[in-house]
């Protein structure tokens, strides 16, 4: 006799109303069922045309009228890094100035220095608890950077933590190696001998131990210009690896239309993407990330240009950007009400952008962000009326049951 289950499906799911989620709405199937097979959707739709299976031996869950999505997608995190930037918070409220701030070693540079200084455990187990964080409120797949090491050594350390939490943690981790984050203090007054590291050594040593799935840069004046973010660009084309881009956060170089020339997968921020670099990326396939996160905490008045991207038919994610300096939050639900409130994003687009364009932003959106026949079985059971729900409050958390390659985790 063999041991192999022959039934239909492993698991089903009914008296549940789905939110499949598609270009253009929710996708909404209500009084529906959804099956499993293998880790994967096996079947889905109106509950009265669920095919014939072996009830006796599948496990069968009542939804009892609960709302069911696609697992979603965080496509832009920092989360793995050391200390955190409360002390500096709390002067900057007391009045100290950028300057006093810098002088006490404030800044990315005390990040840095705390990851650094941190061992691996340590690393690890914060920000394990920021992916648990994530997770409880329904997040499946999160992607992950490195940029507090700056060192060979300690961008390594940062990348091999995200990929062990890949590994150990039910959330799918995609990594991506953001040497060119900031200038390390060793290479002060010196940014061009910084990125022939990270394009060389850095990078060659990244990819020896297939440690990134994607690279990515900060294009700014704070941070990097065009051709040295087209170095790095070059450096991972020839890597074979994609690209995305920090760009357009608090002013216009181009970023972005240098990212699309790469194909990239998205450019991240956009406060002050102009409508020339909304073609550019539309023409390339690359995907709009806001972060509304960021614009929040940083106190920002520049929008991002929601209409045009809307006009141009743009796909827009929306991501959690969580890091100790400029976003320190690890609330996907909390971004989605912010896209509505702060970006006037709609509820149907702000959930869209944590699920089907966010998986396209991590080049994933074959395997996840959809409900769909054929794709990995990550979903989550909500406890709410309708889908809009989810953008419009924050603080109960509605999530019942996240359920991860088939798996209730
Ligand atoms: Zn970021």
């Given at each position: 006799m063999s041991?192999?289950?022959?039934?239909?499906?492993?698991?089903?799911?009914?008296?549940?109303?789905?939110?499949?989620i598609n270009e253009t709405d929710y996708g909404i199937i209500e009084d529906?069922?959804?099956?499993?097979?293998?880790?994967?959707?096996?079947?889905?739709?109106?509950?009265?045309?669920?095919?014939?299976?072996?009830?006796?031996a599948t496990p069968?869950?009542?939804?009892?009228?609960?709302w069911v999505t696609p697992g979603l997608i965080d496509c832009h995190s920092h989360i793995v890094y050391g200390g955190d930037r409360a002390k500096e918070f709390e002067m900057r409220l007391e009045g100290a100035s950028y300057q006093d701030i810098a002088a006490a070693g404030g800044g990315i540079v005390s990040t840095v220095k705390a990851t650094r200084e941190a061992d691996e455990e340590t690393l690890y187990v914060a920000a394990k608890n920021r992916l648990n964080a994530l997770m409880k409120e329904g997040v499946t797949t999160v992607e992950i950077k490195s940029g507090y090491g700056l060192d060979v050594e300690n961008e390594l350390k940062m990348l091999r933590i995200a990929r062990l939490l890949g590994q150990h943690h039910p959330v799918d981790v995609k990594t991506t190696?953001?040497?060119?984050?900031?200038?390390?203090?060793?290479?002060?007054?010196?940014?061009?001998?910084?990125?022939?590291?990270?394009c060389g050594e850095m990078l060659e040593a990244v990819v020896a131990e297939d440690l990134a799935d994607a690279v990515d840069a900060f294009c700014e004046s704070v941070g990097f210009n065009l051709e040295q973010t087209r170095r790095v660009f070059d450096a991972a084309k020839q890597h074979g690896l994609p690209v995305k881009l920090h760009a357009e956060q608090m002013s216009n170089l181009g970023g972005s239309e240098l990212a699309a020339s790469y194909q990239g997968l998205s450019v991240d921020h956009i406060e002050y993407l102009d409508e020339q670099g909304v073609k550019a990326i539309k023409a390339a396939g690359t995907v709009a990330v806001v972060l509304p996160g960021a614009f929040y905490f940083l106190r920002e008045t520049q929008q991002p240009p929601i209409e045009l991207l809307r006009q141009h038919q743009v796909p827009m994610a929306i991501a959690t950007d969580a890091n100790p300096g400029s976003s320190p939050l690890c609330s996907i639900q909390l971004m989605l009400n912010m896209a509505c409130t702060l970006f006037r994003m709609t509820p149907y687009e702000a959930l869209a952008g944590v699920t089907i364009h966010a998986a396209k932003a991590l080049g994933v959106e074959e395997e996840v962000g959809t409900l769909e026949v054929g794709k990995q079985a990550d979903f989550v059971v909500w406890d709410i009326n309708h889908p809009a729900q989810l953008a419009y409050q924050f603080g109960v958390n509605p999530c019942q049951q996240v359920i991860k390659a088939g798996n209730i985790v």
């Amino acid at each position: 006799m063999s041991l192999k289950n022959n039934n239909v499906f492993d698991s089903v799911w009914v008296d549940i109303n789905l939110a499949t989620i598609n270009e253009t709405d929710y996708g909404i199937i209500e009084d529906a069922a959804l099956a499993i097979k293998d880790g994967k959707i096996a079947w889905l739709g109106a509950k009265k045309d669920l095919p014939e299976f072996d009830a006796l031996a599948t496990p069968l869950y009542q939804g009892r009228g609960a709302w069911v999505t696609p697992g979603l997608i965080d496509c832009h995190s920092h989360i793995v890094y050391g200390g955190d930037r409360a002390k500096e918070f709390e002067m900057r409220l007391e009045g100290a100035s950028y300057q006093d701030i810098a002088a006490a070693g404030g800044g990315i540079v005390s990040t840095v220095k705390a990851t650094r200084e941190a061992d691996e455990e340590t690393l690890y187990v914060a920000a394990k608890n920021r992916l648990n964080a994530l997770m409880k409120e329904g997040v499946t797949t999160v992607e992950i950077k490195s940029g507090y090491g700056l060192d060979v050594e300690n961008e390594l350390k940062m990348l091999r933590i995200a990929r062990l939490l890949g590994q150990h943690h039910p959330v799918d981790v995609k990594t991506t190696f953001l040497g060119a984050h900031a200038l390390p203090p060793e290479f002060k007054d010196n940014a061009d001998g910084y990125i022939d590291l990270v394009c060389g050594e850095m990078l060659e040593a990244v990819v020896a131990e297939d440690l990134a799935d994607a690279v990515d840069a900060f294009c700014e004046s704070v941070g990097f210009n065009l051709e040295q973010t087209r170095r790095v660009f070059d450096a991972a084309k020839q890597h074979g690896l994609p690209v995305k881009l920090h760009a357009e956060q608090m002013s216009n170089l181009g970023g972005s239309e240098l990212a699309a020339s790469y194909q990239g997968l998205s450019v991240d921020h956009i406060e002050y993407l102009d409508e020339q670099g909304v073609k550019a990326i539309k023409a390339a396939g690359t995907v709009a990330v806001v972060l509304p996160g960021a614009f929040y905490f940083l106190r920002e008045t520049q929008q991002p240009p929601i209409e045009l991207l809307r006009q141009h038919q743009v796909p827009m994610a929306i991501a959690t950007d969580a890091n100790p300096g400029s976003s320190p939050l690890c609330s996907i639900q909390l971004m989605l009400n912010m896209a509505c409130t702060l970006f006037r994003m709609t509820p149907y687009e702000a959930l869209a952008g944590v699920t089907i364009h966010a998986a396209k932003a991590l080049g994933v959106e074959e395997e996840v962000g959809t409900l769909e026949v054929g794709k990995q079985a990550d979903f989550v059971v909500w406890d709410i009326n309708h889908p809009a729900q989810l953008a419009y409050q924050f603080g109960v958390n509605p999530c019942q049951q996240v359920i991860k390659a088939g798996n209730i985790v």
